[in-house]
Every structure is written in C-alpha cells, then in structure tokens.
Nanobody, 116 residues
C-alpha cells in the first residue's frame, strides 16, 4: 500500500519561496513518475511539474523557471522548490505517483497561499 504525505505548505508573500516535500511509503514509487498537481479555488486540478524515475522533468508553462521538482529515491521523497511565488500560485498542492499500470496514488494535499 503506497501512502503519500505532503508537507511544507503555508502562507508566503509574493516573491517569496516555499519548498514542498512528499514522503512516500512503499518501494513501488521508485518506478513511478512523481508529480505535483495544484488546484486553485473554483478551478480544475492541473499539473505543475513531474519527474520520471530516470529524472526527466516536465513543467507547466506557468511555473517554468520558477519551480524545480526533484526526487531522492534513497529517501522516497519528492520535492517542489517554488521561487518567485505569485498570488496566482495559491491553491492546494497534491503529490501523485503515476504508474505504467494501475491507478495513481494521491496525497492529501497541502495548502499554499501567496499574498500580494
């Protein structure tokens, strides 16, 4: 059973930084593409960034150059470093593990609020 637990959210002023962490249990996640999604109030959940088991990364255009995703397989942890935060980055950030087969696993989410 895979469990994902996010941490690191909070309130920050525009221009500030936060680092989110996603601690995963279960060895299966080591072969998964890990991703951070976010959902702003009244909007659909969207992909912010992802990283494959081999370390290839992908970013939404809105976060390119500001966010960095990384994974530490030894610690079964995925990080999202968020710099130059904007009010439009506000939302609940979810960690997800996507597999070649089967349903993805989701964390419970962590709130990020950026004040102007």
């Amino acid at each position: 059973q895979v469990q994902l637990v996010e941490s690191g959210g909070g309130l920050v002023q525009a221009g500030g930084s936060l680092r989110l962490s996603c601690a995963a249990s279960g060895s299966r996640v080591r072969t998964a593409t890990m991703a951070w999604y976010r959902q702003a109030p009244g909007k659909q959940r969207e992909l912010a960034a992802s990283i494959t088991s081999g370390g290839s990364t992908n970013y939404a255009d809105s976060v390119k150059g500001r966010f960095t995703i990384a994974r530490d397989n030894a610690k079964n942890t995925v990080y999202l470093q968020m710099n130059s935060l904007r009010p439009e980055d506000t939302g609940v950030y979810y960690c997800a593990a996507n597999y070649a087969y089967g349903s993805p696993n989701w964390g419970q989410g962590t709130q990020v609020t950026v004040s102007s």
